[in-house]
């Protein structure tokens, strides 16, 4: 069973730049879902997607936009990048199941971007 | 969305029982109650969910009282390498993003 991977690892962008961040889902998950950590804070919930439709934002703006494919892999990109945007960025999958069960998340080692 | 309150940190001898507590007042009815530990540089990792009494697991307890407005993760025995920031979460799973809600969790220190 192949966990979750995230790509690149490391990112050094400037100010106003774009940049796209991509996840792997571990086999046989249908959800995924983004968080942005910066230093000494926990994880802030990005958005999530279920069988390729958005299933949820929290508090980012527009310029933050995400894609999930039928393999379940997934793209977050970021527009006209500021020195905010620095942080660990998080993907997270799991199984969407029926009955209300909170689905437990295994999270991937994270991109590191830094925004100069 | 139920938000979660945590001591900030912690200390603890290598091979004593560590309890953190966590309050989440405003639980709802359909809500789950779940605990991610998180290395440095890593992302965070499942540790155990419940929704009333007990759960146990081969690495830690959760303690939840009738009126489920706290949680207690409890960690046997604790070793360095359970030096790590822990952090509880409250949500319900029907609704996606409902439970995504981290804070800013518990950093337990293990002191030789």
């Known amino acids: 069973e192949t966990g979750v991977t995230q790509s690149p690892t490391h990112l050094i962008k400037t100010r106003g730049q774009q940049v796209t961040l991509r996840c792997s889902s571990q086999?046989?998950?249908?959800?995924v879902s983004w968080y942005q950590q910066a230093l000494g804070q926990g994880p802030q919930f990005i958005f999530q997607?279920?069988?390729?439709?958005?299933?949820g934002r929290g508090n980012f703006p527009p310029r933050f936009s995400g894609l999930q494919f039928p393999n379940y892999s997934s793209e977050l990109n970021v527009n006209a990048l500021e020195l905010d945007d620095s942080a660990l960025y998080l993907c997270?999958?799991?199984?969407?199941?029926?009955?209300?069960?909170?689905?437990?998340?295994?999270f991937g080692p994270g991109t590191r971007l830094t925004v100069l | 969305l139920a938000k979660t309150t945590q001591p900030i940190s912690m200390d603890s001898y290598e091979g004593q029982e560590v309890n953190i507590t966590c309050s989440h007042n405003?639980?709802?009815?359909?809500?789950?109650i779940t605990w991610y530990q998180q290395f440095p540089s890593q992302g965070p990792r499942f540790i155990i969910q419940?929704?009333?009494t007990k759960v146990t697991n081969e690495v830690a307890s959760l303690f939840i009282p009738a009126d489920r407005k706290s949680s207690t993760l409890s960690l046997p025995r604790v070793s360095l390498s359970d030096t790590a920031v822990y952090y509880c979460l409250v949500g319900d799973g029907r609704t996606g993003a409902n439970n995504l809600f981290f804070g800013t969790g518990t950093r337990l220190t293990v002191i030789p």
């Open positions: 997607y279920y069988r390729e439709e958005e299933n």
């Open positions: 405003n639980i709802a009815t359909n809500d789950y």
């Open positions: 086999s046989g998950h249908n959800t």
């Open positions: 419940g929704y009333k």
């Open positions: 997270a999958s799991s199984l969407a199941i029926a009955g209300g069960v909170l689905d437990e998340q295994f």
